[in-house]
């Protein structure tokens, strides 16, 4: 992973960690019903749901 990669997730895990834990879960429970998101994404998408609670 290159460097300006590293830089951009960082950033992105800055603003995510930055959202109310109630609009967070909101956000990862409608991903994990979203019928087009990729297998993998609908598995991470639930650890973060478990993680939250």
């Given at each position: 992973m290159?460097?300006?990669?590293?830089?951009?997730i960082?950033?992105?895990?800055?603003?995510y960690?930055?959202?109310?834990?109630?609009?967070?879960?909101?956000?990862?429970?409608?991903?994990?019903l979203?019928?087009?998101?990729?297998?993998?994404?609908?598995?991470?998408?639930?650890?973060?749901?478990r993680?939250?609670?």
């Open positions: 290159g460097s300006s990669e590293y830089e951009t960082r950033e992105t895990e800055k603003q960690s930055q959202i109310d834990l109630s609009t967070r879960v909101q956000l990862l429970f409608q991903l994990s979203d019928r087009t998101a990729e297998a993998e994404v609908s598995r991470i998408t639930v650890c973060n749901i993680g939250c609670l």
